[in-house]
């Protein structure tokens, strides 16, 4: 039917238009080669952060708002960046993670540490703050030490790899594109820039 046909081409055009509002290679960049994401059909939206990261800390509310209003189609996932002491905390979300027990701990180690401005950064502490907020400490520090939480570490920084982490918080929509608050210019933007980039996606794939 033209009508449909007609429609259609400007639904297209609008979905366009949204993500021109923004510049590629300034408001966010284009990954030179597409990658794997983990959500099947679903348009993917990932966080790669560090616990002890300020600006990841003060991104993390607005964030979790944004999420719980992700259109049918969108899923949200968090990937803990890789290297030096950013290691101990990556090893104690994939413990947590493998626990079932992950958002308990995030939000409390997050606060714990910006909050409370606690030291929390080796193997010990970080077993000993998870019996704190009521995870098994005995199954938690076998887990961190597991050859599973092992492998979630190599994938994580292989990953970081081929994404260009160089510094978070970073997103990743869709595999396609990176970006955060500091390329934004502010968190407000980022979340229309994010909206947009989700939105093309969503059309691409309909």
């Known amino acids: 039917m033209p009508g449909t046909f007609v429609l259609r081409l400007l639904c297209g055009l609008a979905l366009a238009a949204q993500v021109w509002a923004f510049d590629e290679g300034i408001d966010y960049s284009r990954l030179i080669q ?7 059909e679903k348009v993917e939206v990932l ?16 964030l979790s708002e944004w999420v719980k209003q992700l259109p049918e189609g969108v899923t949200f996932r968090r990937m803990p960046g890789t290297g030096g002491r950013w290691d101990a905390h990556a090893r104690a979300f994939y413990a947590a993670q493998a626990m079932g027990k992950l958002e308990v701990f995030h939000q409390a ?9 606690r030291n929390i950064m080796t193997e010990d502490q970080l077993v000993d703050f998870a019996g704190e907020v009521g995870l098994d400490k005995d199954e938690f520090r076998s887990d961190y ?15 970081s790899s081929r994404y260009g982490i160089d510094s978070v918080p970073t997103i990743i929509v869709n595999g396609k594109y990176r970006t955060g608050p500091s390329q934004a210019a502010g968190q407000e933007r980022l ?8 939105k093309q996606e969503l059309g691409a794939a309909s």
């Open 34 to 40: 597409p990658q794997p994401t983990e959500t099947g």
């Open 47 to 62: 966080e790669v952060f560090w616990y002890g990261c300020p600006h990841c800390w003060h991104l993390e509310p607005a």
């Open 109 to 117: 180690l997050f606060k714990a540490l910006h909050e409370e401005h």
């Open 145 to 159: 030490e597991s050859f599973l939480v092992e492998t979630e570490l190599g994938k994580a920084r292989e990953m």
């Open 191 to 198: 979340f229309q820039i994010l909206d947009s980039l989700v």
